[in-house]
């Protein structure tokens, strides 16, 4: 069963993503993990990632399309995946579908959606900032951005799989446990 993990940024995707993988044994692919990768190793692709995430802006879809097929092609034995931040357009969405059917003979089984309202997403992003030192997390304005840009650009993808009946919200705000609780009950 292969799963997008969705919700804006700060809505705990990443969290519950590495909870899940490990429960059920799957295999976690992070674009924001990814883009990080390549561009802590200054590859092509992530320098040209880069410049777009210093702004608050999505990259690019064929960069990030690219990044992801090539990490998803490094574990082709896997019993499943779970997409955590893409897709974000309808374009990636579609350009996944045909990766997965393809490539693997496989599909997008469900979108599981993390529905947290942007002032406790702002709080979120904030203290991660703190912890993480991650500087796309330090700036309330480019948080607001970040969360503006998935408001205009990434919110709409959930019409798409709630067309195909494959999108269950999930409220996305109380303990770890009780949150990854709501999600792994959507395993079974």
């Known amino acids: 069963m292969n799963i997008v993990l969705f919700g804006p940024p700060g809505a705990g995707k990443g969290t519950q993503a590495v909870k899940l993988a490990e429960k059920f044994n799957y295999i976690h692919l992070s674009t924001g993990d990814i883009f990080r990768k390549n561009i802590k190793e200054n590859t092509a692709l992530g320098k040209k990632a880069s410049a777009y995430m210093a702004k608050g ?15 998803a092609n490094e574990n082709p034995d896997a019993n499943g995946i779970i997409f955590d931040g893409f897709p974000r357009t309808i374009a990636q969405a579609k350009a996944l579908d045909s990766f997965l059917k393809d490539q693997k003979g496989q599909k997008v089984d469900k979108m599981l959606s993390l529905e947290v309202e942007d002032e406790e997403l702002i709080k979120r992003l904030l203290e ?10 330090a700036d309330e304005g480019i948080i607001r951005n970040r969360i503006n840009e998935y408001n205009k650009k990434t919110a709409p993808l959930k019409n798409y799989y709630e067309d195909q009946g494959k ?17 792994a009950s959507e395993f079974a």
């Open 167 to 183: 999108c269950v919200e999930i409220v996305g705000v109380g303990g770890i446990d009780e949150i990854f609780n709501r999600l």
């Open 128 to 137: 991660r900032g703190i912890t993480s030192g991650r500087p796309d997390d």
């Open 57 to 71: 802006e999505l990259v690019p879809d064929e960069l990030t399309i690219k990044m992801l097929e090539d990490a």
